[in-house]
């Protein structure tokens, strides 16, 4: 089993300020990974795919980087409606993981 | 619209069987797959099983391997969960959702792309 580290387990950031969130991989993905925003009560949606593609109608401020075993999550001027939960998710093994979560809250 | 319908939530007692059902709306069924994901309450998201409607291959996560079983009707377009032996461990959200690729890409590339549509969830409490 692929197993997804992400750090660190909450970020705090203030209104207007980067936000950057990590994922260590176990094994190579080479670039498919993708990360998924969770509310409270909601199913997750998904941000990003192929470690850097925005999914439909994800804002700009949303960026995904990396490959191999390293990547990030970077919200590059944090909106009160960034507060969530954000998820890896490794699809690279048809026995997907995800990581453990990365609590984004207001500074 | 494209989406995914759940059941209703479920109350079962430990030892018991649970079946939860997903019924895909606005596209061609078979050309997706369906990932279960679960999530206990106050806990991460866990990868359960997977299924391709359009030639029945599944795939299931280690830990529940045993005791699930994922299957579908694609005469109604829907996709089951199974477990059993249920114990209080298993009391948590459970989520269908929709592979972002295709079977036609997703079957030459070895990779599903990641979930695009999720179904609203479907709680299953497991209490004596």
């Known amino acids: 089993e692929i197993v997804l580290t992400q750090s660190p387990a909450t970020v705090s950031v203030s209104p207007g300020e980067r936000a950057t969130l990590s994922c260590r991989a176990s094994?190579?993905?080479?670039?498919?990974l993708a990360w998924y925003q969770q509310k409270p009560g909601q199913a997750p949606r998904l941000l990003i795919y192929?470690?850097?593609a925005r999914a439909t109608g994800i804002p700009a401020r949303f960026s995904g980087s990396g490959s191999g075993t390293e990547f990030s999550l970077t919200i590059s001027s944090l909106q009160s409606e960034d507060i969530a939960l954000y998820y890896c998710?490794?699809?690279?093994?048809?026995?997907?993981?995800f990581g453990q979560g990365t609590k984004v809250e207001i500074k | 619209q494209v989406q995914l319908v759940q059941s209703g939530g479920e109350v079962k007692k430990p030892g018991a069987s649970v079946r939860v059902s997903c019924k895909a709306y606005?596209?061609?069924?078979?050309?997706?797959?369906i990932t279960w994901v679960r999530q206990a309450p106050g806990q991460g998201l866990e990868w359960m099983g997977w299924?391709?409607?359009?030639?029945?291959?599944?795939q299931y996560a280690q830990k529940v391997q045993d005791r699930v079983s994922v299957t579908t009707d694609t005469s109604t377009s829907t996709v089951y969960l199974d477990l059993r032996s249920l114990t209080s461990d298993d009391t948590a959200v459970y989520y269908c959702?929709?592979?972002?690729?295709?079977?036609?890409?997703?079957?030459?590339?070895?990779?599903?792309?990641?979930?695009?549509?999720w179904g609203q969830g479907t709680t299953v409490i497991v209490s004596s």
């Open positions: 959702a929709r592979d972002r690729l295709g079977v036609s890409i997703s079957m030459v590339r070895g990779v599903n792309g990641g979930m695009d549509v």
């Open positions: 606005g596209y061609t069924f078979t050309n997706y797959g």
């Open positions: 299924l391709s409607p359009y030639n029945g291959n599944t």
């Open positions: 094994q190579d993905l080479r670039s498919n």
């Open positions: 192929g470690a850097s």
């Open positions: 998710h490794q699809y690279n093994d048809w026995l997907g993981t």
